[in-house]
């Protein structure tokens, strides 16, 4: 049986007849069995879809407890715009470049939980409820998309995926339309100002968020059954949370047009 050792497994050199060469001086002999072993590379473990569950709780954790935080403290609307602003930068980071970076993942979360906070505190102090409510829709939607996903009722395909990008594209568009014209005519566009089409708009868009939580969905799935390496389950987890916090909005935002102020 060969040896690991380096002494002994000097091929060409050691035959049956012994060395070929003339023999090692002591300080060679203690100079290769001091030198360090060669290990082969280590091959990355897959990713399981228990890897994204993991995941996708922990960066869901962080949203809750930095939101908890914000909302407990009370911080205003000015640190809420700026966190949502921070958070928005990593997001385009983490979305463009696709690393799977646990650290910009995590930074996404914290921020974004603060904006969710502060942006949550404002609207449950005018309409009492609203956030408990919001939590439950947005709730009904993760499962009522994953059963449709699961039960294979639809599954994305090509089509649709360019659809969904091009309609989101869309959407963020029209609003920063409506936001640019609110400064010249009260309401802008009337997309947020509670009306029918504001309404009709909140829909559009929450189901939009569904679409993208089914592209999630099939992400992953395809990620597991090709055997991704598991550092990407922080890639799959950030989607979900994205797809989660668009819906959130939404759903908050649609409620309050069917609140009345007390």
Same mark, same amino acid.
């Given at each position: ?10 091929? !060409?050199? $050691?035959?049956?007849? @012994? ?5 090692? %001086? ?17 091959? %990355? ?6 890897? /994204?569950?993991?995941? @996708?709780?922990? /960066?869901?954790?962080?949203? =809750? ?6 909302? &407990? ?8 715009? @700026? ?21 910009? /993942? +995590? ?5 974004? *939980?603060?904006?969710? !906070?502060?942006? %949550? ?7 009492? !409820? ?6 439950? !829709? ?10 449709? &996903? ?15 990008? *091009?309609?989101?594209?869309?959407? /963020? *568009?029209?609003?920063? $339309? ?12 009337? +997309? ?10 909140? $829909? *559009?868009?929450? +189901?939009?968020?569904?679409?993208? =939580? ?18 990407? %389950? ?9 797809? =989660?916090?668009?819906? &959130?909005?939404? $759903? ?11």
């Amino acid at each position: 049986m060969e040896s690991r050792n380096p002494i002994f497994s000097r091929r !060409g050199s $050691v035959g049956q007849q @012994g060395w070929s060469g003339p023999a090692p %001086s002591p300080q060679q002999l203690n100079e290769m069995y001091n030198a360090p072993s060669y290990a082969p590379p280590t091959i %990355s473990r897959t990713m399981t879809m228990d890897d /994204v569950v993991m995941k @996708g709780f922990i /960066v869901l954790g962080v949203i =809750l407890a930095t939101a908890g935080t914000s909302w &407990y403290l009370g911080w205003g609307i000015g640190i809420g715009v @700026g966190a949502a602003l921070v958070a928005l930068v990593l997001g385009l980071i983490v979305s463009f470049t696709q690393r799977p970076n646990p650290a910009l /993942v +995590l930074g996404y979360a914290a921020f974004e *939980g603060v904006f969710l !906070g502060v942006i %949550s505190n404002f609207f449950e102090a005018r309409y009492p !409820g609203i956030v408990l409510q919001a939590v439950i !829709g947005t709730m009904m939607a993760f499962l009522g998309t994953l059963a449709v &996903y699961s039960l294979k009722i639809f599954r994305p395909t090509p089509k649709f995926t360019k659809f969904v990008i *091009g309609a989101a594209i869309a959407a /963020v *568009g029209l609003i920063l $339309v409506n936001l640019i014209a609110s400064f010249f005519v009260d309401g802008g566009l009337g +997309l947020r100002s509670g009306g029918p089409l504001a309404i009709a708009f909140s $829909v *559009g868009m929450i +189901l939009l968020g569904c679409f993208f =939580l089914l592209l999630d969905f099939d992400q992953i799935n395809e990620g597991v059954r090709a055997g991704v390496p598991e550092k990407f %389950s922080w890639l799959m987890a950030f989607g979900l949370a994205l797809s =989660l916090v668009w819906i &959130y909005l939404e $759903v908050l935002r649609l409620l309050s047009y069917f609140s009345g102020d007390d």
